[in-house]
């Protein structure tokens, strides 16, 4: 039972969205207002929601959060993002003890899984992000009603409390951050056991002895390497020819082949038709591009085939006639305004990558708007990263993108092999790889896979904010040895040439 109540939650998405109606009604008849009406209020307290909240608060507004979970930080905090990034360091962790320990000459004995611990280590992390948001909240006098809510008007809002009762709460002016879910699949019903989405996927009791993974993206990859470094076996299915589709190729064959070094078995061009529960094994009914059909056996079934934004409940025919497009997302335009102008929207439930830290900028850059300045989010430069080992992060467009559009570029690469601080930690797989404008040197994407990815990601998105060119990587002075120092002679193998390789 209470796993079924946290994947219901998990339907609220990356923000929080807002339950069912029915749900609403049941809670009870007693209600009361808020009071004052407030300058802002924020449906949603996910990494959207919870930043536009305090940004406003900050910039002076009085401001109300809604938010149904009862805890702060949604999906990326309490079943996403944080939670699986856990998982993935202990998983790790296991993995260098049974195999790696012994090159630096430590050599330890029974070692073992404890899954239990390892979970409530995950637990640890995440009760201690949330209640310090709640903290935050606190400090910057933001006020948090605990509750789904549902417009009843253009600049009301009716919350169920989570303890019973009801509240309507008033703004002038509104941020909608409901998030995403996950994109179901015919055929394959979801029961958070044998069949699990990324959430049950965080709760499995016991290391499956074959897990089978519906799509090859970000978050199903890394679920994998979770439970495969802890001794299951990883089959991908993926409708596509590629993994990642969005991933450079040139980067993306080397990730691919490195998985599969791993243990990861890839079945490409491949379709899911199907899920039966058989016992203790779930068997998949699959087909191949060339029509070829034929079953496949696993104990536990991930389906991670995308994400869909989040707006069951809202009751949005009452604020107004927002408009949504063909994927169901709520159109904006350039300051997050919907069709009604004092109603935003940001995060999942928009245009865009669906990325917590995406939503973060979406919240700040509205709430300035909301105060009469100027907000900007250039999702040209938000950058991805796939949380595996190694680790794949990547900012702006990739070599195939700019060629189909006709952009002539060059592009220059370095190897970890190469770099002294990863030879001296033994942990070397990987390139860099930088795309640059072949007229004017400008930045136009970089590609990272190897040690620490996603850390070193943040000097490419800040070059390419500032419009750089790689000769200005190149000639900024890197410590030595770090691992950055892969970053600039790579920059330097784009403008003129490397001197480590």
């Not at 409530?120 to 935050?136: F, P, R």
């Not at 058989?278 to 995308?306: I, N």
């Amino acid at each position: 039972m209470a796993l079924r109540a946290l994947t219901a939650g998990y339907r609220t998405g990356r923000s929080q969205a807002v339950g069912s109606l029915t749900h609403r009604y049941l809670l009870g008849a007693r209600g009361f207002a808020s009071g004052e009406q407030q300058d802002l209020v924020v449906i949603g307290g996910g990494p959207g929601g919870y930043v536009a909240a305090i940004k406003a608060a900050q910039m002076g507004m009085k401001v109300t959060c809604i938010e149904g979970r009862g805890k702060l930080g949604g999906t990326c905090l309490n079943i996403g993002c944080i939670p699986s990034k856990a998982l993935l360091n202990s998983s790790q962790k296991y993995h260098d003890a049974m195999d790696n320990f012994k090159e630096y000459g430590v050599e330890v004995s029974d070692v073992k899984i404890v899954l239990p611990q390892m979970m409530k280590q995950k637990d640890k992390a995440v009760a201690g992000l949330t209640s310090g948001i709640e903290g935050l909240f606190k400090k910057n006098k933001v006020s948090y009603v605990k509750g789904w809510g549902s417009f009843t008007s253009a600049n009301d809002i009716d919350v169920a409390l989570l303890d019973g009762g009801n509240q309507t709460v008033s703004g002038k002016n509104i941020i909608i951050s409901t998030g995403s879910e996950v994109t179901p699949l015919p055929g394959i019903p979801i029961d958070e056991e044998k069949i699990v989405s990324s959430t049950g996927a965080l709760l499995l009791k016991e290391v499956p002895q074959h897990m089978a993974v519906i799509g090859g993206g970000y978050i199903g990859l890394e679920m994998g390497s979770v439970w495969g470094r802890l001794g299951a076996k990883i089959t991908v299915i993926e409708f596509m020819d590629t993994i990642v589709p969005t991933m450079d190729s040139e980067v993306r064959k080397a990730f691919q082949r490195s998985l599969t070094k791993q243990g990861f078995k890839f079945r490409l061009n491949t379709k899911v038709n199907g899920a039966e529960i058989k016992g203790d094994k779930v068997t998949l009914d699959l087909e191949t591009k060339k029509g070829d059909k034929e079953t496949l056996d696993a104990d536990v079934v991930l389906v991670c085939a995308g994400r869909r934004p989040y707006l069951k409940g809202l009751n949005l025919e009452k604020a107004g006639k927002l408009q949504t497009d063909n994927r169901g997302r709520l159109e904006v335009n350039h300051m997050f305004q919907t069709s009604v102008p004092h109603i935003y929207a940001i995060g999942d439930c928009i245009p865009g990558p669906m990325l917590a830290h995406k939503a973060e900028e979406d919240g700040v850059a509205a709430v300035e708007y909301i105060a009469g300045k100027k907000g900007h989010v250039d999702y040209n430069t938000v950058p991805g990263i796939v949380y595996t080992h190694p680790e794949v992060a990547s900012v702006g467009k990739t070599e195939d993108q700019c060629k189909a559009e006709g952009i002539a570029v060059k592009c220059g690469k370095f190897g970890f092999m190469a770099n002294s601080r990863a030879r001296t930690v033994g942990d070397f797989e990987g390139i860099v790889k930088f795309v640059s404008d072949a007229k004017t040197d400008k930045i136009l994407g970089a590609h990272i896979m190897g040690p620490s990815a996603g850390e070193l990601i943040s000097e490419c998105v800040l070059a390419m904010n500032y419009g750089a060119s790689t000769e200005d990587i190149a000639r900024t002075c890197h410590g030595h040895p770090t691992l950055s120092e892969a970053i600039k002679e790579a920059a330097m193998a784009t403008y003129d040439q490397p001197i480590h390789s």
